[in-house]
């Protein structure tokens, strides 16, 4: 019976606005395309979830069907499982109607453990789960929590290593009980598929957003929210009509009430996309003249992995960043990228008017900035985080 690398997440998939789970299936993604007999596993609801069959079955591993695959970049050789959430669990806010019992009573020890040689997961709840059931565990976490790590977890034998993307979330899970020797500090990484030139796509974009005898492109592509400068990129926007913004991200909403602060504002060259999937964005981002990230200097810029900066790095393009704290071991290297100081749209606005001047733009992609970013892909993240496990434990995953 093949022994499967188990990726675990207690959310329903896909969903399409959630970098954490971005994060899950990239890393899944990963550890599929190094070889290793990975399955992501997820929650199933609503009325998909009540075939009977699927409750006694649960875990059959499978190829993601083509809306999952495309939302996430996923590619052929990683294999999915969901685990099927009937009504009316986690409806009551009652421990033996939850997910997350279900998972660590019913599915984990009956279905999942005969064919699991390791999880991977950002649930505590299921690690302690699989610790419990003599399954070695493999915990990330990437925000600061207030739990305190029970002893008996975290220094079990089957515990191999925590993971997290920043220092002060490390330090602060130490200060709760992590042991220092078993948790290390990781950035996230990129997806492969990044790194393909996609010509004709990225000119495509050009061709449709390009307007009003405009000729420079700028690209932001993440989240809608204040914290993360897109309020700012609006003033920016403003003081540079020569240029054409274009923001991706965001949900219906969020978009609707950015394009009515640019119209409030009088800003009319700037476009906002709403969501893209996954296997649209590398040719977005190739299409640009200049890519921004425009982080506001708040708490989360001491703890925010810098997904979307490694994205932008795949693509080649140049880019305009600000300096705050999870960037600034970037800003010595071998990059084309413009440095600004944060929250400060003026300043911000003559950064992109010098990294247009001094990085004209390359449909190939800078080269010093694809090489360098190679050494963040998703596949050595994992390799690097198997290196912690018991040589055992990495012998016996079937490739």
């Known amino acids: 019976m093949s022994k499967y690398y188990v990726f ?11 970098a954490s789970l971005v994060q899950v299936a990239h890393s899944a993604n990963a550890a599929a395309n190094l070889g290793y007999p990975a399955v ?31 939302i996430y970049n996923i590619q052929e050789q990683l294999k999915i499982a969901y685990l099927p959430m009937p009504w009316p669990i986690d409806l009551l806010n009652s421990k033996w109607t939850s997910s ?21 997961t950002r649930d505590w709840n299921f690690v302690k789960a699989a610790i419990k ?60 598929l990044f790194l393909v ?53 965001g949900d219906s909403s969020q978009v609707t009430a950015y394009q009515q602060l640019a119209t409030d504002k009088q800003v009319k060259n700037i476009n906002f996309l709403g969501y ?5 964005l590398p040719s977005l981002l190739q299409a640009a003249d200049v890519l921004t990230h425009p982080h506001c200097q708040t708490e989360a810029a001491t703890f925010t992995s810098p997904l979307k900066f490694f994205d932008y790095m795949a693509s080649g393009t140049p880019i305009v960043a600000t300096e705050i704290a999870s960037l600034m071991e970037f800003k010595s290297g071998n990059i084309a990228a413009i440095w600004c100081e944060p929250d400060n749209p003026h ?23 694809l090489g360098f970013v190679k050494q963040f892909s ?14 055992e434990v990495r012998s016996q995953i079937i490739h």
Do not use: C
């Not at 009325?47 to 059959?60: I, Y």
């Not at 330090?171 to 997806?191: C, D, T």
């Not at 592509?221 to 400068?229: D, Q, R």
């Not at 300043?347 to 900035?369: M, N």
């Open 8 to 18: 675990f997440t207690r959310n329903i998939l896909p969903q399409p606005n959630v």
């Open 378 to 391: 998703w596949e050595n993240r994992i390799e690097r985080i198997l290196s912690y496990v018991d040589e």
């Open 40 to 70: 992501l596993v997820y929650i199933r609801k609503g009325w998909k979830a009540f075939n009977p069959v699927d409750w006694f079955h649960p875990f059959q591993p499978r190829k993601p069907d083509a809306k999952l695959a495309q």
């Open 276 to 280: 893209l999937p996954q296997n649209q």
């Open 133 to 192: 059931h003599g399954i070695p565990a493999i915990y990330e976490q990437h925000h600061h929590e207030d739990k305190k790590f029970e002893p008996e977890v975290v220094n079990n034998p089957l515990f191999q290593i925590a993971v997290t993307v920043a220092d002060t979330v490390r330090y602060s899970m130490i200060q709760n009980g992590m042991p220092a020797e078993k948790v290390i500090m990781l950035h996230n990484g990129f997806n492969q």
């Open 100 to 120: 997350s019992t279900i998972v660590s009573k019913y599915y984990l020890p009956i279905h999942l453990l005969k064919s699991t040689k390791i999880v991977h």
């Open 347 to 369: 300043k911000f606005a003559q950064s992109i008017r010098d990294s247009l001047a001094k990085y004209p733009r390359r449909s190939e992609g800078y080269a010093e900035t």
């Open 197 to 249: 030139r996609q010509t004709e796509a990225a000119e495509n974009w050009r061709q449709r957003l390009l307007a009003g005898g405009r000729q420079y492109l700028a690209v932001y592509a993440g989240g809608l929210y204040p914290f993360k400068g897109v309020d700012m990129l609006v003033d920016v926007a403003r003081v540079l009509p020569e240029v054409q913004f274009a923001i991706a991200g």
